[in-house]
């Protein structure tokens, strides 16, 4: 792209229920935490609950470990979900930050389960952990105003 064109595309910041409206309406996501003092990213499927975030887990995996271990308001993470078309570049993307806790009520997370399957059949994937937000923002890529509806 020259400096003297348009771009083709613009960045349009969303408020925070909306992108939450949007994060609801996928299911698969990537969360992101700390392990051995190092970024890590998983995909995961999720549902919203409540406001919440919620995904299931496997006893033993890190995620699990580090969030039963948080005392109190649990471990900070950052979820992003994001539908965004490979052809065209438009589409949005949602990132959360907030607090990461293990779902430890017996009913709770009998609730999650029905919510809830495992995207991938894992044995032992019984544990559920609610991240509540605490930030949120997201982007929507969008035609600029320039393009829209001109052949291309």
């Known amino acids: 792209m020259t400096r003297d064109q348009t771009p083709a595309h613009q960045?349009?910041?969303l408020d925070p229920a909306e992108a939450l409206?949007?994060?609801g309406?996928?299911?698969l996501g990537r969360i992101v935490f700390t392990r051995q003092a190092?970024?890590?990213v998983r995909p995961?499927?999720?549902v919203l609950d409540h406001g919440d975030i919620v995904i299931r887990t496997h006893e033993g995996a890190a995620l699990t470990s580090h969030a039963e271990e948080a005392l109190g308001t649990g471990v900070v993470v950052a979820y992003e979900a994001d539908a965004i078309d490979p052809a065209s570049h438009l589409g949005w993307s949602v990132?959360?930050?907030g607090y990461a806790r293990l779902v430890t009520d017996p009913a709770e997370l009998d609730r999650v389960r029905e919510l809830l399957q495992p995207?991938?059949?894992a044995e032992g994937t019984?544990?559920?952990v609610r991240i509540r937000p605490e930030m949120v923002s997201g982007v929507r890529l969008t035609e600029s105003a320039a393009t829209e509806g001109t052949p291309g």
């Open 119 to 121: 995207w991938v059949p």
């Open 38 to 40: 190092l970024p890590t």
């Open 21 to 23: 409206r949007l994060l």
């Open 95 to 97: 990132v959360v930050t």
């Open 44 to 46: 995961v499927n999720h």
């Open 126 to 128: 019984d544990q559920a």
């Open 25 to 27: 309406s996928v299911s």
């Open 11 to 13: 960045r349009v910041d």
